[in-house]
């Protein structure tokens, strides 16, 4: 079993920053894909941004050059790193990761989330 626990989420000011963590445990021969989701309230879940294996990166329009994620293979952690912070940013922040095992197995896992609320 693979377990994803996030932390960092605050309450911060417009224009603040934030810095998000994710750190994957268990037993998996590695990762492929790791990512942040959003959702707020009344909203759908949408992508933030996600990150692979090589180091390509993708972001949502939304918070390019505004947010900016990373990932320490050896700590089977990823970052979100959140600059300049508005009040439409406010959700709850998911992480995610491909996950594979012996036998060519894969698997998708999901954090339990961690709220980010930006208000003044």
């Known amino acids: 079993q693979v377990q994803l626990v996030e932390s960092g989420g605050n309450l911060v000011q417009p224009g603040g920053s934030l810095r998000l963590s994710c750190a994957a445990s268990?037993?998996?021969?590695?990762?492929?894909?790791m990512g942040w989701y959003r959702q707020a309230l009344g909203k759908q879940r949408e992508l933030v941004a996600t990150v692979t294996s090589r180091g390509g990166t993708k972001y949502a329009n939304s918070v390019k050059g505004l947010f900016t994620i990373s990932r320490d293979d050896s700590k089977n952690t990823v970052y979100l790193q959140m600059n300049s912070l508005k009040r439409d940013d406010t959700a709850f922040y998911f992480c995610?990761?491909?996950?594979?095992?012996?036998?060519?197995?894969?698997?998708?896992?999901w954090g339990q989330g961690t709220q980010v609320t930006v208000s003044s």
């Open positions: 995610t990761s491909r996950v594979h095992f012996h036998g060519s197995y894969v698997n998708d896992y």
């Open positions: 268990g037993t998996f021969i590695s990762i492929d894909v």
